[in-house]
């Protein structure tokens, strides 16, 4: 069996269903999620937790070719409602990456973002130690869900160092971040390593490949959108563009190559 050179991980945000154009980028709908699951394993990808692909990645262990890693950011309810019973059907596991302040709560941060003001609920603490039990694992998306470039230094360590303290103390070993709208720069990536995080994951789209940066893992970011043919795509080609024009392209290339003329 091949084992896999290049791991790519799935991003998704809330699995509902969506209330307005703006929140159907990131919320996708539970019959849709079921749809891309089912492609996924129809096409013979195979889901592995967090602590595999980082084991992977500093050469302790192989995986299968097809392996790949799904995220979910912000510790919405409707992960546990709605994805978490799809993805036990096929034992997948998976990683989610919490807001520690809001647990219980809401997405506040969304209620200027989002043009309608709507808000949706947030895991709570009897939710997550249910899913941990059930192949989820959890980690930090800082405090309270800012932009950490926009922040002074010790605004920055508060929502770094304070997101792990906070997760900790309701007993969530939390070893990896994912940064707030995918923005960092030297400074952040900095002030997760000091907080004592092993790895960071971005928002760069790519495959991972062995010698990825440890504070910038790459992830694909699948839309509420996007249909089972497009997520396919984007998966095959590590980009997040999925258009068949970029498929088109692809294919010729592998095509040239196969015949000799690469
Ligand atoms: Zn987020």
Redesign the pocket.
Known sequence: MNTAQRIPILMY?RVDDAHNQWERKYCISPKCFAEHMSALAQSNWQAVSVDDFMAWRQGKKTLPEKAFLISF??GFKGVYEHAWPILRQYQWPAVM?L?SNLIGQDDA?SKNENPEGRTYPLLNQNEIAEMEQGGFSFHG?SRN?KDLTALNDIELVNETAGCKAELELLGISCRYF?Y??GRFSEREATAVKMAGFEAAFSVQPGFNRSDVDLFRIRRLDIFGTDTSAMLLRKITLGSNDGRLIAWAGYYLNQLKLRLGLG
């Open positions: 945000h950011d912000d990456f807001v941060w998306h869900h994912a707030p709208y």
